[in-house]
């Protein structure tokens, strides 16, 4: 054995001699071409391939997008099969990642892989109070014989999985529209299908309208449609629409671009704030019968007496605003600037026209006031309905305020919904406690009364329409007498 190591060490000693002897005294086109097939015969006993994702592009002036979604993918991945972790904290919760020192073995249609993470050690004095930041990366390691296979397949399906998983974890954001910008704030709202209180089966439809449409791309693609659905929400307030909205986003896992129509001016600003509209978003306009502009109907309504006048005392509250030369009055103007064909352009023109899945949702009070146009089936492909609580959206909201499956009282609570109308919101509020420890029971009773009284107000205000009717009716007989004494006068 000692005299193996001997010759081994004598003939590695004669090698580096050589190589100095060439550095040395050859020139260096000779020295490049040694390293040259000294490289090659390395990767004759070398058959691995290896590939680098850096975490920044450049001089840490860009973050590369490919290290988030692998980070994403492989931190998914590797928690469950490595056995030192690392933990941190992200946006208030604990994410573990496996630590920097260990590798994760992968595996893809039998092909198998191997990943680290990796640093290159920061060699720069920093003269600032920051530390020098060292360069990291992923290294993917795998044979050469699978190249092709790694570099389209696997690394596909790795960018896929590790951006579905990216978007499944981000914070969403809801933003508002300042004239042409967008200001955005996190997006936190607990509803959700299951604390909506709806007619389930309309609920059921909807749930499902949503699914095949956020699987669809194929077919959008196919039929040579943009990949967009919109939503008309409609009823009376209070009924759930904008929780609705919430709830939609919540469970697509989208942002939301709430536009405010009235801080728009046409065209330009409309086209620019849709510009900045990503993908996998939903753009909510509510009230959108709020725009005089928007509705048809309407302009030809405000030729009626009774909108005459309306427009008449608009008008003079306008001047009156622009007496004061206020930025409110300004504004007030800017509403009138809004016009239908500009809505429909923003939905049918570039808004088509950019990629990625979206949904438009209009909520108003009142369906029957919108511009058919603006409602047509294309534009608005679902009409929705939020009406009256029922006895189902009832147990939902009980469920949701009370924790309450079922009581007694149910029964009755039943019966007067059936009979009389009463909006979630209101029923929502009565069975709130307004003051500590009130038990169940008594917040039931107040529905209870509360409905009673909202009974017993529409049975009055009938019993007052059907009085009028009935003077009404009398008056006519009169008259039609008086004018019959009259031609018997005259005749
Ligand atoms: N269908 C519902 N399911 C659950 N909660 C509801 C429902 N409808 C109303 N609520 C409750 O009432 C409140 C008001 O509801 P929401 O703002 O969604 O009504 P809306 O239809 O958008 O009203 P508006 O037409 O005035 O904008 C919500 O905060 C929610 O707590
Ligand atoms: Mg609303």
């Known amino acids: 054995m000692g005299e193996i190591w001997d010759l081994t060490g004598s003939k590695l000693a004669s090698i580096l001699f050589i190589w100095a002897m060439v550095q040395k005294f050859c020139p260096y086109q000779i020295h490049d071409f040694i390293k040259k097939i000294s490289n090659k015969l390395a990767s004759l006993f070398d058959p691995y391939v290896e590939v680098r994702f850096f975490e920044y592009i450049g001089d840490f002036k860009k973050i590369n997008e490919a290290f988030s979604v692998i980070d994403h993918y492989l931190t998914s991945k590797s928690t469950n099969q490595s056995k030192k972790l690392q933990g941190e904290f992200v946006k208030n919760s604990l994410v573990l990642k496996t630590d920097e020192r260990e590798e994760f073995h992968d595996e893809f249609e039998g092909i198998k892989v191997v990943w680290s993470l990796r640093k290159i050690v920061s060699q720069t004095k920093s003269v600032s109070f920051r530390p020098p930041k060292d360069k990291r990366y992923y290294n993917l390691m795998f044979h050469r014989g699978h190249r ?257 499956e079922s009581h007694f009282l149910f029964e009755t609570i039943r019966s007067l919904l059936e009979e009389t109308n009463m909006i979630p919101a209101d029923v929502a509020e009565n069975l709130m406690p307004k003051v500590t420890n009130e038990d169940v029971e008594t917040l039931l009773e107040r529905l209870i009364q509360a409905l009673r009284s909202r009974k017993e107000e529409a049975e009055k205000k009938e019993g007052t329409s059907g009085e009028d009717t009935s003077k009404e009716e009398a008056k006519d007989a009169e008259d039609k007498e008086f004018e019959e004494e009259i031609e018997n006068v005259k005749s």
């Open 148 to 404: 092709d296979f790694v570099t389209k397949s696997y690394l596909n399906h790795v960018l896929e999985q590790g951006k579905n998983i990216g978007l499944s974890k981000r914070q969403r954001k809801l933003y508002t529209n300042c004239k042409a910008k967008w200001s955005r704030v996190i997006f936190e709202h607990p509803a959700s299908f299951e604390t909506i209180a709806m007619d389930p089966k309309s609920k059921k439809e909807i749930v499902d309208d949503l699914i095949r449409f956020s699987k669809s791309k194929e077919y959008y693609a196919r039929i040579g449609k943009p990949w967009k659905r919109g939503y008309l929400l409609y009823g009376p307030p209070g009924t759930g629409k904008s929780s609705l909205v919430a709830a939609i986003a919540n469970f697509l896992k989208y942002d939301i671009y709430d536009i405010e129509l009235t801080n728009v001016k046409p065209n330009a600003e409309l086209r620019k704030l849709l510009i900045g509209i990503t993908s996998k978003s939903v753009v909510v306009i509510e009230d959108i019968d709020c725009s005089l502009d928007l509705t048809g109907q309407r302009k030809t309504n405000l030729e009626n007496g009774k909108e005459k006048e309306e427009k008449k005392d608009m008008n003079q509250v306008v001047a009156s605003l622009h007496e004061l030369k206020s930025e409110a009055a300004i504004e007030n103007q800017k509403i009138s600037q809004v016009t239908l064909s500009g809505l429909l352009n923003f939905i049918d023109g570039i808004w088509s026209a950019s990629p990625g899945e979206r949904l438009i949702i209009f909520t108003t009070n009142y369906a029957e006031r919108l511009n058919h146009a603006l409602i047509r089936r294309g534009r608005m492909d679902m009409h929705i309905e939020l009406s009256y609580c029922g006895f189902d959206g009832f147990k939902i909201l009980a469920m949701n305020y009370l924790n309450l």
